[in-house]
């Protein structure tokens, strides 16, 4: 119980940490907020308004409390270009990124486990060493050039796929999957590598268990043994990887949203970098990233509920 | 005094045993070539990197241009002119923007990683060495940078300090801080354990000393290797960024703001976007084989096993 109330803990105040640097990201911004706001031709009582409106006259401690309070509260303010509620917006684009990271997993899973699986079983061979070789050079690609190459070969080349452009689910299912063929792809081909990398050596070391001994001399096929006896045991660390990944994923999203038009909160916050849209850029940073702390602690605790070994290990840094 | 000596000595005779073979020398070759092009990138008959040729938009590899161009370092180049890859959308000269190109993403590469390696080298070092709170206190900040996730990080601190390579730079140095911390501090902890860190104490050495002259020369290597590797990482970064149109401002040329141009025409002339993107590829390639290698030379769970 201790250590999920320590886990609990740490979450909290990493999430505390957080959330005190992305406000601060826009209050110590330098120049003055309201003038930006309020633009070139606001008048001295808009400005005045704009400062009263955010407490820009106020010592920042207050200012970091009430944020904090409403933000707790679902309240990230109004974007000063939009005219909308921040919290809005990114709620309606966040089914998009989500679909996104969803889709580049499965596919990125389905690459990696029987890759792995095959490696390990022939640890060494020819297969093992191709594999690997392959997966090395796949790193050195980053996203948006695999985003371009099969822009180039499945939407340019052989004309299979939209290059661009996003259809909602409510316009039927088949044309909205299409859509995001091509962008998971782009994350799933990169990233199934180090999911590879991991799985293979912790098959390796379960196939070397006695149990598989025995149930190899039990005459059990080799494809059941593999599924079955050594895959299980073996994607305990794949979990933890694939928790630890999801940053990755999160930035290869932002981009790969840029390049195929997706409506989605990567693309909400570039755009919002580029219109200086204050509090949307403050609004995305904070959810994205308590998104994140939270799904990595999730993940850590799942590890610890999966492999009970793990909680009873003394703390070390 | 020979004790004390033997962590640097094994070092050495260890580097010098491996062999490092085909697939460290061609990347090491390509990168002291690119070298070579970023110092001398100002010294070659090339048209100015930005110098729009506007009869010639998007023109494929080997095309020749009739006109008189001016050159990078002053002066017309003698006309004929030979676009020996091609030119982007706005008829400029790839070659001459590659090898600009090179300076931005080679500066990023070296210099974040050479910056995050000293910050965090010594964090890591000190940490791993006095440990107590102050180790405590370290290991805490350095996961709550790693809290965030990096891209948007990147874009956050972007956003707050503005486009351009001064502040590029910096950026990407905290990014990996964390990282080279957490490298170093767990060598130093090894090595501080010792029997030459013992011996060194025996015969009168303080603190200081042992940290600069027994720690610091076996902590340095693993550093480097992973600074190798991260070299990599930075430029497709720095790439990601200036894709984004977040990265250097133009006109400098970089190949990720090339290779977000050639998306455009993307179907008519594929060169404008590919060979910036396969020279990205290369030079990424090539760095992570160096490092790789360094790694494996360096690692130490590989040098317990062969002790």
Redo the contacts between chains.
């Keep these: 119980m201790a250590f999920y109330l320590r886990k609990l803990l740490r979450l909290a105040a990493v999430v505390f940490t957080a959330s005190a640097l992305t406000f601060l990201l826009v209050a110590l911004l330098p120049g003055d907020v309201a003038y930006e706001i309020g633009g070139p031709d606001a008048t001295a009582e808009q400005i005045a308004a704009i400062r009263a409106e955010m407490g820009l006259d106020r010592n920042i401690a207050l200012r970091f409390g009430r944020w904090l309070a409403r933000a707790v509260a679902g309240d990230l303010g109004t974007s000063h270009r939009s005219g909308g509620p921040v919290l809005q917006a990114i709620v309606s684009r966040l089914p998009v990124t989500v679909e996104l990271l969803l889709f580049s997993q499965l596919i990125a899973l389905g690459l990696a486990i029987p890759a792995a699986i095959i490696s390990a079983h022939k640890a060494g061979s020819a297969i093992d060493r191709s594999v690997a070789s392959a997966g090395f050079a796949t790193l050195s690609i980053p996203s948006y050039v695999m985003a371009l190459l099969l822009i180039f070969a499945f939407a340019l080349r052989l004309q299979l796929l939209p290059a661009t452009g996003y259809t909602p689910l409510s316009e039927g299912i088949c044309p909205n999957l299409k859509g995001f063929i091509l962008p998971s792809l782009s994350i799933a081909l990169i990233e199934w590598v180090p999911l590879m990398r991991v799985l293979r050596s912790d098959m390796i070391g379960t196939l070397q268990e006695d149990y598989i001994l025995m149930a190899r001399a039990k005459g059990l096929p080799t494809w059941k043994i593999l599924l079955t006896d050594a895959l299980k045991p073996s994607s305990l660390t794949l979990v933890t990887v694939l928790g630890l990944q999801i940053g990755h994923w999160i930035g290869a999203a932002v981009i790969i949203e840029m390049i195929y038009a997706l409506p989605g909160i990567g693309r909400l916050l570039v755009d919002a970098i580029f219109s200086r849209d204050f509090l949307m850029v403050q609004g995305c940073v904070l959810v994205i990233t308590v998104a994140y702390v939270v799904i990595n602690s999730a993940v850590d605790l799942l590890y610890a509920v999966l492999d009970p070994r793990i909680r009873l290990e003394p703390k070390n840094g | 005094m020979a004790e004390a000596l033997a962590g640097t000595v094994e070092i050495r005779r260890h580097r010098n045993a491996a062999k490092l073979g085909f697939s460290f020398w061609l990347p090491a070759a390509w990168i002291c070539l690119l070298l070579l092009l970023a110092c001398s990138a100002d010294l070659w008959t090339l048209p100015a990197y930005d110098h729009m040729n506007f009869s010639h938009p998007a023109a494929p590899p080997v095309t020749r241009s009739e006109q008189w161009l001016p050159s990078q370092n002053g002066g017309l180049i003698g006309s004929p002119y030979t676009y020996w890859l091609g030119t982007d959308t706005l008829g400029r000269d790839i070659a001459a923007r590659l090898i600009h190109g090179v300076r931005v993403s080679l500066l990023v590469g070296l210099l974040a990683p050479a910056i995050a390696c000293i910050i965090g080298g010594t964090i890591g070092i000190l940490a791993g060495f006095y440990r107590g709170r102050f180790?405590?206190l370290v290991?805490a900040a350095m996961?709550?940078i790693l809290?965030?996730?990096?891209?948007?990080l990147l874009?956050?601190i972007?956003?707050?300090l503005g486009p351009g390579l001064q502040n590029l730079i910096p950026a990407l140095a905290i990014l990996i801080v964390p990282a080279f911390c957490r490298v170093a501090r767990a060598n130093t902890l090894t090595w501080a354990e010792r029997d030459f860190i013992l011996a060194a104490r025996a015969i009168g050495a303080g603190n200081r000393r042992i940290i600069c002259c027994h720690i610091l020369p076996n902590v340095v290597w693993p550093l480097a290797a992973y600074g190798l590797l991260l070299v990599?990482v930075m430029i497709?970064a720095e790439?990601?960024l200036s894709?984004?149109?977040?990265g250097v401002p133009a006109p400098t040329p970089s190949w990720?703001g090339m290779?977000?141009a050639?998306?455009e025409v993307?179907?008519e002339a594929?060169h404008v976007?590919?060979l910036p993107?396969a020279v990205?590829?290369i030079t990424?390639?090539s760095f992570?084989?160096l490092g790789?290698r360094l790694r494996e030379l360096t690692d130490i769970r590989n040098r317990s096993n062969t002790e």
């Design positions: 180790e405590s290991v996961d709550t809290a965030f996730p990096g891209l948007v874009l956050a972007g956003f707050y990599g497709v790439g990601a894709f984004l149109g977040l990720g290779i977000a050639g998306k993307l179907d594929p976007a590919l993107a990205m590829f990424v390639l992570n084989l790789d």
